[in-house]
């Protein structure tokens, strides 16, 4: 029975091509997954290894955590690292600081896009903490001084002895290059990403935080642990604010952060991974049920010669236990392709990741890649298998039995039993504005109905097919010969239509979901601006602010009747019961602010904004249960800290941020004011005609732009059209493989109906 399963498979080696390439893609998206983690984990390796010699890490107390899964820590007083170095136990001292608050303009004057631009980091004090080497030059010592990753410099035309131009809170600077490095390792701790460095004192000017450090690196003693070293730290700084960790802990700690920020790009192709066997199963069941029915003649004789039911069996998922394996291994090998990709995809996304990263596939990884191959085939081809169990020796010598799945009480009961929870769970969806707590129910829902779909799918089909064949009975014999033949096997017909009808739900959904969230993007900034321009960054990632200064002389422009400027941080906000939230504050002042946007207060009074009140968006306030009068104290991304009363919540499109305080509040979150859009009304001529004179103050500022309602909005769902076409991407992967089992099951068909259509 073995040599008659591999004789047969070698001799319907084609018409298995549809099934296998289908698992190779489902298999290739596991392994894509599983080799970007590790791949993540292995650039976390590099740079403990570039980091050995570090043992303790000094910074402040954690403040917060953000949305993408960052702790935020406070900084430390600089006094600290003589302090440090003094101890006993301690070998050397490393003070450092960070700021992504600059923007580098290139040759032309245009800021450099991405988070290279951005980041800088202070040089360390020795080359024994140092994450990079220094290629051409010399490490930064003064001010003015900066090193810059040596990719970076040549794609942007910069060499050693060049002067830059970067743009800092207190204005424009020029910098000299004087030297350029190597970046080929992940900076995960708190170094984190830089492609330029300076020396520490310029650190600290262009943070806006002289006398402050980010945190110290320790090397310990020898015969000196670095627990040991970390407790004496903790114990005897002369700052009570002060934490220290081992470098272990650090580790830990920095890699479980850029794991979280990564997890939902993993996530999303474990899902589509999932989505792509889950196809081929109703692919992988029609070819081998096809086959089962095309070789009952074959089954019935070995019946006759002495084969058992259980043999007949096991030689149907022998069959697909080949094919699953083949597969698996193949794609394996598209695995690392797929990673590859996806790679590049975040990179293009602007999640900072290092030139190269190794993609190895273990032996663990291929193995549990095969045998989700090798389950899916088997699993699927079972239910063939129990029919050819039933074949008998004469009975069994009639082409085919009669399909009446159709005709299935139980299909009918379950599938309207799943459509009935289903609907029951995902109702609140049809609402205006579901709760959060309700998404996971409804996300539950909506999966039922797909599977209420896919149950009652052979009941559906017969009906459907009449009334489609009505049309095509027109054409005499050959119509009606092609609404019955699609009658005749329901289930067959049924599970072809699935794999398609799950690809096709998906892009309607996530289609639908898209163009909802621009088409609510673009109407809220219609019901709610008034205005005609908005002066905004031209890159939305940047948290760099521009003078205050820019809203005056925007104001004196002739034709512009009003402005309004806006600031804002990111941080967290303390509810009173104690859960925390994320989320951005923007700075408004009322008065002007309600001269171009719509400001509609659900509760509570516009008047009773000051510095010490703050209002938030009222579906927050539902979902948190906060009210007028409750305090809330925020963190902000700066690290100072707030307290203010709620005065009153907002309607949900009335502003562009969940939080509002007025300017002089934001002064409480902020280390220096700054604009951040300045929102602009013209008055007596045509927008048009004061557009040009409003470009030309904004040149002064390079990290601002001139933009219209469509502009901006345009700009503001750029991020969701990125979104959109990786999803659509991995989407085709499931339509491609409906396709391809759509044209394999025709295929087949033609054979089984060889007489037929001889005839």
């Not at 033949?485 to 239509?497: D, G, L, S, V």
């Amino acid at each position: 029975m073995l040599r008659v399963s591999l004789a047969s498979l070698w001799f319907h080696r084609r018409r298995f091509l549809a099934t296998g390439l289908a698992v190779i893609l489902g298999v290739g998206f596991l392994v894509a997954t599983s080799t970007i983690s590790d791949a993540i984990e292995s650039a976390s390796g590099r740079w403990r290894d570039s980091s050995a010699e570090t043992d303790v890490v000094i910074r402040g107390p954690a403040l917060y955590t953000t949305n993408q899964g960052r702790t935020q820590y406070d900084s430390v007083p600089e006094s600290i690292a003589a302090q440090v170095a003094a101890m006993s136990g301690v070998e050397a001292v490393n003070a450092r600081n960070f700021t992504n608050q600059v923007v580098l303009l290139d040759r032309r004057g245009g800021q450099v896009t991405g988070w290279q631009g951005r980041f800088v980091r202070s040089w360390p004090s020795a080359p024994r903490f140092a994450l990079n080497e220094i290629e051409e030059g010399r490490p930064p010592r003064a001010l003015g001084e900066l090193t810059m990753d040596a990719s970076m410099a040549s794609d942007l035309g910069f060499g050693v002895g060049d002067e830059v131009t970067v743009l800092t809170h207190d204005g424009r600077r020029t910098m000299r290059i004087v030297g350029t490095t190597g970046h080929d390792v992940v900076d995960f701790g708190d170094g984190r990403p830089g492609a330029m460095s300076v020396s520490l004192e310029q650190a600290q000017v262009l943070a806006g935080e002289r006398g402050r450090l980010d945190g110290l690196d320790v090397i310990a003693a020898p015969g000196v642990s670095a627990s040991e070293l970390a407790d004496r730290i903790e114990t005897e700084a002369s700052s009570k604010h002060v934490r220290a960790m081992t470098m272990a802990e650090v580790e830990e700690e920095q890699a479980a952060e850029f794991h979280q920020r990564t997890r939902f790009f993993t996530a999303l192709l474990l899902l589509f991974s999932a989505i792509a066997l889950f196809v081929s199963a109703f692919i992988i069941a029609n070819t081998f049920g096809i086959l089962v029915s095309q070789r009952t003649r074959e089954h019935a004789l070995l019946r006759a010669v002495g084969a058992s039911r259980a043999q007949l069996a096991l030689s149907v998922l022998a069959e697909a236990a080949v094919v699953g394996v083949v597969a698996g291994g193949l794609g394996v090998a598209a695995g690392v392709g797929l990673a590859w990709g996806a790679l590049n995809g975040l990179g293009g996304l602007g999640l900072p990741l290092p030139g190269k990263l190794p993609l190895r596939v273990g032996p663990t990884q291929a193995l549990e890649a095969v045998i989700a191959g090798l389950g899916v085939t088997v699993a699927a081809a079972s239910l063939p298998a129990v029919r050819a169990m039933k074949v008998r020796p004469l009975v069994s010598l009639r082409a085919a039995d009669v399909d009446t799945a159709d005709r299935s009480r139980s299909r009918i009961v379950s599938g309207i039993a799943a459509a009935g929870l289903g609907g029951a769970l995902a109702a609140p969806a049809f609402t205006s504005s579901p709760p959060l707590s309700a998404m996971n129910r409804i996300g539950i829902g909506l999966g039922l109905l797909l599977i209420a779909v896919i149950i009652l799918c052979p009941t559906i089909t017969g009906p459907a097919v009449r009334l489609l064949g009505a049309s095509l009975l027109r054409g005499g014999a050959v119509g009606q010969i092609a609404a019955e033949n699609a009658r005749r096997n329901p289930r067959r017909t049924a599970a072809t239509i699935s794999a398609l009808t799950v690809g096709v739900a998906l892009v309607g959904f996530i289609t639908v979901l898209a163009s909802s969230a621009q088409t609510s993007v673009k109407a809220q900034l219609r019901d709610v601006f008034r205005g005609d321009f908005l002066v905004a960054p031209s890159q939305n990632r940047t948290r760099l602010g521009v003078d205050p200064v820019l809203a005056d002389r925007l104001a004196a422009v002739e034709g512009v009747a009003a402005t309004t400027a806006l600031t804002g941080t990111t941080g967290q906000v303390t509810l009173p019961d104690g859960p925390n939230l994320g989320g951005t504050i923007a700075g408004i002042d009322p008065e002007s602010y309600q001269r171009l946007f719509r400001l509609e207060l659900s509760s509570g009074d516009i008047g009773q904004l000051s510095a010490d009140s703050i209002l938030v968006n009222r579906v927050v306030a539902r979902d948190n249960g906060l009210s007028v009068g409750d305090r809330v104290e925020v963190i902000s991304y700066e690290t100072k800290r707030a307290s203010f009363r709620i005065a009153g919540t907002f309607d949900e499109q009335s502003l562009l941020a969940p939080w509002a305080t007025t300017i002089e509040g934001m002064d409480r979150l902020t280390a220096r004011r700054s604009t951040q859009l300045v929102a602009v009304d013209v008055a007596g001529v045509q927008p048009a005609q004061v557009r040009p004179l409003l470009d030309k103050v904004v040149a002064d500022f390079p990290t601002m732009t001139v933009q219209d309602r469509e502009q901006y909005s345009g700009d503001t769902v750029e991020d969701i059209d990125e979104i959109l076409n990786l999803l659509y991407a991995l989407l085709a992967v499931s339509i491609v493989i409906a396709l391809v089992g759509i044209t394999n099951t025709l295929s087949l068909s033609v054979h089984e109906r060889t007489r037929e259509i001889g005839l």
